[in-house]
T-cell receptor
Framework: DAKTTQPNSMESNEEEPVHLPCNHSTISGTDYIHWYRQLPSQGPEYVIHGLTSNVNNRMASLAIAEDRKSSTLILHRATLRDAAVYYCILRDELAGGTSYGKLTFGQGTILTVHP | AAGVIQSPRHLIKEKRETATLKCYPIPRHDTVYWYQQGPGQDPQFLISFYEKMQSDKGSIPDRFSAQQFSDYHSELNMSSLELGDSALYFC??????????????FGPGTRLTVT
């Protein structure tokens, strides 16, 4: 599986934008970029995913580099509730592939939000 | 909206005992995943089922087995428990969408403590 590299931790102030980077230089053509987050004492939660184009949803935006070797999760206005571990995960969406469906969690980024 | 249900939420067992964890996916979801998260660690994929058939297998010990039933709920059976099995066990469900897996929805987890 292609690997991702994220900073161990980041800090932000409430109501400020947060840009969480992820490097994935060995990404393959069939890898989607997924972001999940895990709030304290909870199960992981889906945030967003994309393939090549930038994506927006109600939770966040995903900016994908043109060469797809890196991406950035953007929280437009951080709240205290956004304090969590953020995971950038590559998932091979090729139907019938051996990594079909499962999420491989690596070391994520611990986001601290200050009031 | 209905979420993934896991039971029990907490379980305390002694070494060499057996444990059964249950997972009830979101209605109409056809795929179930099991993950293990040790203290201070990231979630690790154990096993998954699609339409009641095992679809993928991760680092699941031979002492563990799992199955998905006709109503799509799943059970993780753990025998000869060891101290190292103490962890949070998450179940996630998803619905295959146009032939591709979509986002996974995680349950609240079962905290297993082996003494």
């Amino acid at each position: 599986d292609a690997k991702t590299t994220q900073p161990n931790s980041m800090e932000s102030n409430e109501e400020e934008p947060v840009h969480l980077p992820c490097n994935h230089s060995t990404i393959s053509g069939t890898d989607y970029i997924h972001w999940y987050r895990q709030l304290p004492s909870q199960g992981p939660e889906y945030v967003i995913h994309g393939l090549t184009s930038n994506v927006n949803n109600r939770m966040a935006s995903l900016a994908i580099a043109e060469d797809r070797k890196s991406s950035t999760l953007i929280l437009h206005r951080a709240t205290l509730r956004d304090a969590a571990v953020y995971y950038c995960i590559l998932r091979d969406e090729l139907a019938g592939g051996t990594s079909y469906g499962k999420l491989t969690f690596g070391q994520g980024t611990i986001l601290t939000v200050h009031p | 909206a209905a979420g993934v249900i896991q039971s029990p939420r907490h379980l305390i067992k002694e070494k060499r005992e057996t444990a059964t964890l249950k997972c009830y996916p979101i209605p109409r979801h056809d795929t179930v995943y099991w993950y293990q998260q040790g203290p201070g660690q990231d979630p690790q994929f154990l096993i998954s089922f699609y339409e009641k058939m095992q679809s993928d297998k991760g680092s699941i010990p031979d002492r563990f087995s799992a199955q998905q039933f006709s109503d799509y709920h799943s059970e993780l059976n753990m025998s000869s428990l060891e101290l190292g099995d103490s962890a949070l066990y998450f179940c996630a469900s998803s619905l295959k969408w146009e032939g591709l897996p979509y986002e996974q929805y995680f349950g609240p987890g079962t905290r297993l403590t082996v003494t």
